[in-house]
T-cell receptor, first 113, second 116 residues
């Protein structure tokens, strides 16, 4: 089984709808991250969480919110989706050691019409 | 501020040829550096990482990278490319947002195409 899973893998929604993307991990890591990927822009950090009670905004948090329900679960919500939120979204995890690598889920492809 | 530059947006090489993907970083201290690969329709997979010590690091799938502090570079190499190496490659440095250390800053990626 994959260490980092994301649901759904693909989603089409309409402008103004609320949508939630979910991430679960079995790696036992404390830290979890949400990124979006757009062609030519690489990965940009939306939110990150160092533990259940520690949530921080990343580079592009406007229009997004998150919830860390447990150590293993980190959800990303779009309260009112807009077309420029169409992107590929990745969840990642890492442990707390210096220079730690991040491990990525398979991604959720979101289309907002 | 920390940053990562991958100068080449797209590179095409012939199968069996050698490969070098460039990465330059800006970071005030000794960096932690990473290379990730993203195959079409897949997530990012860690190829290799540099923390300290030997400046030539070996990774999976026959890749290696060399850290050159004087050039602020961490270029990825492979002596003989296989068709399955066609993918997008991302260089990253451990930096920080809002004073938080350890968050990765990614380059914009280099897409590798492999000719038969």
């Amino acid at each position: 089984d994959a260490d980092v899973t994301q649901t759904p893998r693909n989603r089409i929604t309409k402008t103004g709808k609320r949508i939630m993307l979910e991430c679960s991990q079995t790696k036992g890591h404390d830290r979890m991250y949400w990124y979006r990927q757009d062609p030519g822009l690489g990965l940009r950090l939306i939110y990150y969480s160092f533990d259940v009670k520690d949530i921080n905004k990343g580079e592009i948090s406007d229009g997004y919110s998150v919830s860390r329900q447990a150590q293993a679960k980190f959800s990303l919500s779009l309260e009112s989706a807009i077309p420029n939120q169409t992107a590929l979204y990745f969840c990642a995890t890492s442990d707390g050691r210096p220079g730690r690598a991040q491990y990525f889920g398979p991604g959720t492809r979101l289309l907002v019409l | 501020a920390q940053s990562v530059t991958q100068p080449d947006i797209h590179i095409t090489v012939s199968e069996g040829a050698s490969l070098e993907l460039r990465c330059n970083y800006s970071y005030g201290a000794t960096p932690y550096l990473f290379w990730y690969v993203q195959s079409p329709g897949q997530g990012l997979q860690l190829l290799l990482k540099y923390f300290s010590g030997d400046t030539l690091v070996q990774g999976i799938k026959g890749f290696e990278a060399e850290f050159k502090r004087s050039q602020s570079s961490f270029n990825l190499r492979k002596p003989s490319v296989h068709w399955s190496d066609a993918a997008e490659y991302f260089c990253a440095v451990a930096g920080g947002y809002g004073g938080s250390q350890g968050n990765l800053i990614f380059g914009k990626g280099t897409k590798l195409s492999v000719k038969p």
